[in-house]
């Protein structure tokens, strides 16, 4: 599902380039649950980037589902990202005076699909995250962990190929983290496939296989492992 070849991004900062990736190379099929990790700088933010479709590498190919994401017009790209992809970030990015159930019908309208039926799916992915009686409430009118479900639920709206989560639980304290963690393992074991940037050890160990980052390459200690989450 998602085939990176060689790909490269460079940065330059003042008289310094910065190789944020530096020739990765990396497989993920579908249905897989995939944790990204290594320390701060080194890639693994930009990797979720290119992986997401919000930033293009300089070189190397990147494929989703087939498609030679590097040669697509932004317009395409778009469109791709918009349909491929559900995004679930670490600060909830949910739209403060929306209701949960708007925040959750916002890639749909990107996506032109028409009011009724974005706000009967809008409704089903509330009720599969658990908070179907939350609809009418805004963000602020709910806690952590219910923002970051409303935040899947807006992920799972257009029954993308693949979950992007940027450290999903790095807001949240540790109990409503292990809650958000098991939605996630529940997630794929219905089929869903997960790529996950984390850098904390017992959120990646909810994966079934691991890619370390460091200073832009895979670094040689990748888990293969491919056992149940713990």
């Not at 019908?105 to 509330?126: F, H, S």
């Not at 639980?169 to 983290?177: K, V, W």
């Not at 832009?216 to 491919?226: D, F, I, Q």
Request: hydrophobic content about 35%.
């Amino acid at each position: 599902m998602i085939v990176l070849n060689e790909v490269h991004r460079h940065y330059r900062m003042g008289p310094t380039t910065v190789h944020a990736l530096d020739g990765v190379s990396i497989r993920i099929d579908a249905g897989e649950y995939v944790a990204i990790t290594g320390p701060s700088g080194s890639g693994k933010s930009t990797l979720m980037n290119v992986v997401g479709c919000l930033d293009r590498p300089d070189s190397g190919e990147y494929h989703l589902n087939g498609e030679a994401v590097e040669s697509l017009s932004g317009d395409r790209l778009a469109a791709v990202r918009n349909r491929s992809i559900g995004f679930v970030f670490q600060n909830f990015n949910l739209l403060p005076r929306l209701t949960a159930l708007e925040n959750v019908e916002v890639p749909l309208v990107y996506g032109r699909i028409p009011r009724n039926e974005r706000r009967k799916r809008a409704r089903q992915m509330l009720d599969r995250v658990g908070l179907a009686d939350r609809a009418g409430h805004r963000p602020n009118e709910l806690s952590g962990g219910q923002r970051q479900r409303v935040a899947i639920a807006r992920a799972l709206a257009t029954d993308p190929a693949i979950i992007l989560a940027d450290e999903p639980t790095g807001a949240l304290d540790t109990r409503t983290g292990e809650e958000v963690m098991e939605l996630f393992g529940e997630l794929n074991r219905e089929g869903a496939s997960i790529v996950m940037v984390t850098h904390e050890p017992h959120i990646a160990a909810h994966a079934t296989r691991t890619i370390h980052i460091l200073d832009g390459r895979v670094g040689n200690g990748e888990a293969l492992s491919r056992e149940e989450p713990r």
